[in-house]
Every structure is written in C-alpha cells, then in structure tokens.
C-alpha cells in the first residue's frame, strides 16, 4: 500500500435527514477532504489539484451515521498507474464500520487529456514520503 491518511470528522446536522441519519453523499465529501489533506501532506496539492478527476467511484455501506458523532475517514493510495491512482477508503465511527469505498483517478493535463504522473508525484503517492522543498 501507498500513502495514506485518517481524519476525524463530525457529522453535521446539514448533512443528516430530519430524523438526524447521514446523507450517503456525506462519504465523497469526507474522502475528498481526506485526499486533499493527504495531497498538502505530500507537497503535491499545487501539482495533482484541478488536474485529478474521478474515474471510477464505489461505495458500500453498512451502517448509519447520526448526527455529532465522530467518525473517521482513512484513505489509503491502493495502486499508482502510469496515469492513475486508486484509493481505497473505510469510514468508521465508534470503532463501527460505517462505509468503504474504492476511487480511481486519472492525471490530466491542461487539456483534459490523461498523462503520465510525474515521478516525483508518483513516488509520493506510492511511499507515502512527501517531495523534498527547497531550503530558503
């Protein structure tokens, strides 16, 4: 496995039914949150954001999440490709299994078209070491 990541969230009431139960739309935003972390983490953010779109996305869900309850998202780089990556994610709370879900997304470049990873990228994603920045 490559990088990875765990955020704790807590369940807004916005993003609850009136009965205080979570919105399945929930999940791709917590998981977003965590790549985006995952990716600042990295030193990547400036190179793989706005250029990253989805390919494939899938969910199953086990249980509920209920309104202030804590949760945690944990993502991890499953697989780094010559133009893609794929995540895998587990959503817990309480120790519970709440959710899991497996992404696949694609580099592009300015025209939309997939490209290789640069390969500083790509070693990020696959060891989880963040790209050496430059002393000031």
Not at 12 to 35: M, P
Not at 65 to 93: M, Q
């Amino acid at each position: 496995m490559g990088a990875a990541i765990t955020l704790e969230r807590t369940l807004d009431w916005i993003d609850t039914d009136a009965a205080g139960y979570w919105h399945h739309s929930v999940l791709w935003r917590f998981i977003e949150a965590a790549e985006a972390q995952l990716h600042r983490d990295l030193g990547i953010i400036d190179v793989t954001f706005g250029f990253t779109p989805r390919r494939h996305v899938e969910a199953e869900f086990f249980a509920p999440l209920h309104f202030d309850r804590p949760a945690e998202i944990s993502l991890t780089v499953a697989r780094v490709g010559r133009t893609s990556a794929t995540y895998k994610a587990r959503l817990t709370s309480a120790e519970r299994l709440v959710a899991t879900a497996r992404l696949v997304v694609v580099f592009i470049d300015g025209d939309g078209r997939a490209c290789p990873w640069p390969d500083a990228v790509a070693r990020a994603l696959s060891d989880g070491e963040p790209l050496a920045t430059a002393e000031p």
